[in-house]
């Protein structure tokens, strides 16, 4: 049998008891991802209150302030399969703005099929959190964090194949 899309547990979590990706109803487009373990989520009022209202405007510490207020990753234990012209799609639950505050802070993220495997992490899916509310977020292991929808993509007639993937996370580099 030929395997078409799923998800594994990377090597570094086999045994600290992560669970695959669900969906949780039967019509649920996504899996839901879980966190694999404990990670606070500070809030990015805290920077600012920290250095005063006034001091963030100058420009040494506004630029202090913005290495601050970097996204927290939450790993998951997680990588992913999938076909060539296939990608997964990383989503917010719906719960994390309303209740909790907690922001995708790249909106989706987007796991195309050369990261499974790759030298770097594996091919490791992670979260990238922003906390706007007040007070630190803390996400527990095994909580319910985002989900994955896989999706089929389209080239156009001109396509023009890139390089091979050399890194992890983050790694298709910019032209």
Same mark, same amino acid.
């Given at each position: 049998?030929?395997?078409?899309?799923?998800?594994?547990?990377?090597?570094?979590?086999?045994?600290?008891?992560?669970?695959?990706?669900?969906?949780?109803?039967?019509?649920?487009?996504?899996?839901?991802?879980?966190?694999?373990?404990?990670v606070e989520i500070?809030?990015?009022?805290?920077?600012?209150?920290?250095?005063?209202?006034?001091?963030?405007? &100058?420009?040494?510490?506004?630029n202090q302030t913005?290495?601050? *207020? #970097?996204?927290?990753?939450?790993?998951? !234990?997680? $990588?992913?399969?999938?076909?060539?012209?296939?990608?997964?799609?990383?989503?917010?639950?719906?719960?994390?703005?309303?209740?909790?505050f907690l922001l995708?802070?790249?909106?989706?993220?987007?796991?195309?099929?050369?990261?499974?495997?790759?030298?770097?992490?594996?091919?490791?899916?992670?979260?990238?959190?922003?906390?706007?509310?007040?007070?630190?977020?803390?996400?527990?292991?095994? &909580?319910?964090?985002?989900?994955?929808?896989?999706?089929?993509? *389209? #080239?156009?007639?001109?396509?023009?194949? !890139?390089? $091979?993937?050399?890194?992890?996370?983050?790694?298709?580099?910019?032209?």
């Open positions: 049998m030929t395997r078409k899309r799923g998800f594994e547990i990377i090597q570094e979590y086999k045994d600290k008891g992560i669970n695959l990706p669900q969906r949780a109803t039967k019509h649920a487009a996504g899996y839901d991802f879980e966190a694999a373990c404990d500070p809030s990015v009022w805290s920077v600012g209150i920290k250095a005063g209202w006034s001091a963030i405007k &100058e420009l040494a510490l506004a913005e290495k601050s *207020l #970097k996204p927290i990753l939450v790993p998951t !234990g997680i $990588k992913a399969y999938m076909g060539e012209n296939e990608y997964l799609k990383i989503a917010n639950r719906s719960s994390n703005p309303l209740k909790r995708l802070s790249n909106g989706i993220g987007v796991v195309d099929s050369d990261y499974y495997n790759n030298p770097d992490n594996e091919g490791h899916i992670m979260l990238q959190f922003l906390n706007f509310g007040f007070a630190p977020v803390m996400i527990k292991k095994g &909580e319910r964090i985002g989900q994955g929808i896989f999706h089929t993509f *389209l #080239k156009i007639d001109q396509d023009v194949e !890139g390089g $091979k993937r050399m890194s992890g996370f983050g790694s298709t580099g910019e032209r």
